[in-house]
């Protein structure tokens, strides 16, 4: 009798262990490994971009597009670590809950007509703005991979006009961006930014930009050392834009005399001089002297009017030649 007899061969495959290439978020003990050893990490990043100033000031015809404001993160001293990327991997840093404006890479900010962008700045020149995704790239096999950001990088914010904006506005930022690692999605960086205030100054000029002053004849007796031949200059500041100038600053620069430094020199008849005041506040517009100044605040007007006064005096103790009266002066105006 034959016994048939069956038996199972087991064929047993191996299966290799497969290093999945994914970065996740820091543990505890890597982060304070990391500390330990004077680099900076944490769980997540924290990066802030704070702006360079608090205040700007800009002109109303900025064409669309032009930066108007740059905040910059202080530039790492050492390795930042962010991620785990033991087997390699990526961490996307993008954009967090922020909506395209009309210029492409800009994004609308809280203000309408201001749009912001984002730039990782390496220390090597090679720039990457946001959103971009890092690779770190496997070593040994179990070999421990930071993601990490580099000595000397930083984060850049710009300020982009998108399109009109009121006169006195505020900026305000919260999150901009973040890192999320491929391996378990978790956020690793949080990107911040600081606040700014953005005045638009208004466009001023003046209503005549050249004003030739005619003294007419006079004879020695007509002129001394306090009162002389006297015309007017008068002009006015025109203003537009969104916002009243808050202040109008007039200065003089010409060639002073040499015998009375107040007075504009004449190039024409010797010994003597030209001098400008302001009528109502009885003011004295010195030449190349900072200190000399005329100041108005229009209180909410878009013009302000200017009236001066040019006089020719006797300067020194000679006689005057006869002559010419002749000089050339500049009054410059800032707005604010």
Sequence with gaps: MKRLVQFFVLVCFAIPHFAFAACTQLKPSQIT??????????????????????????DPGLPVGTVIATGLSPAYATYANFADCTNGGTVTIGYFNATPSAVPGVYNTNVPGIGFRVTYLRASGTNSPLPFSPSFAAGDIDQVIYGRFGIGSQFQVELVKTGDIASNVNVMFNTLGTGIASGDGSQVVTITGGGINVKVLPSCSVNSSTLNIDFGTFGPSDVSTTNGPTQPVDFTVLCTGPT????????????????????????????????LREVSTNTILRPNDPASTLVHAPRGA??????????????????PTAGKIQATATITMTIL
């Design 302 to 319: 878009m013009q302000s009017p200017f009236q001066l006064e040019a006089k020719v005096l006797r300067v020194g103790t000679a006689t």
């Design 244 to 275: 009243p100038p808050a202040s109008i600053t007039a200065v003089l620069s010409g060639t002073p005399d040499t015998d009375d430094s107040s007075m504009l020199k004449n190039t024409g008849a010797t010994h003597l001089a030209i001098r």
């Design 33 to 58: 490994e990391l500390l330990s050893q004077g680099y900076i990490a944490a769980r997540p990043l924290a990066v802030n971009i704070p702006f360079q100033e608090s205040s700007v000031s800009i």
